[in-house]
Nanobody, 120 residues
Framework: QVQLVESGGGLVQAGGSLTLSCAVS????????MAWYRQAPGKQRELVAS???????NYTDSVKGRFTISRDNPKNTGSLQMNSLKPEDTGVYYC??????????????WGQGTQVTVSS
């Protein structure tokens, strides 16, 4: 089995910072990519940031210069550092991982989500 757990969400004031963490455990042979998505109330889930194994991280325009995605491959963990938060950043944030599971090949895993609320 593979388990993916997110943490770090909470309530912050506009202009503040918050760091989200994503940890993968279980029968994982290797991680290929990690990404963060978010979903605001009544809106579609959108890609916020992605970090492939090979290549530079990518960010949606609305968070460029404010968010930073990082990975620690040996530990199968990652994080999303969020600075200068705005009320429009409010939503449920999900970690998504593409990796190889033992005996099953390439898999796509989603976390349960963590709530981020930015007050004005």
């Amino acid at each position: 089995q593979v388990q993916l757990v997110e943490s770090g969400g909470g309530l912050v004031q506009a202009g503040g910072s918050l760091t989200l963490s994503c940890a993968v455990s279980g029968n994982v042979f290797g991680i290929r990519a990690m990404a963060w998505y978010r979903q605001a109330p009544g809106k579609q889930r959108e890609l916020v940031a992605s970090a492939p194994t090979d290549g530079s991280p990518n960010y949606t325009d609305s968070v460029k210069g404010r968010f930073t995605i990082s990975r620690d491959n040996p530990k199968n963990t990652g994080s999303l550092q969020m600075n200068s938060l705005k009320p429009e950043d409010t939503g449920v944030y999900y970690c998504n991982v593409v990796g190889r599971q033992v005996f099953k090949g390439i898999q796509n895993w989603w976390g349960q989500g963590t709530q981020v609320t930015v007050s004005s």
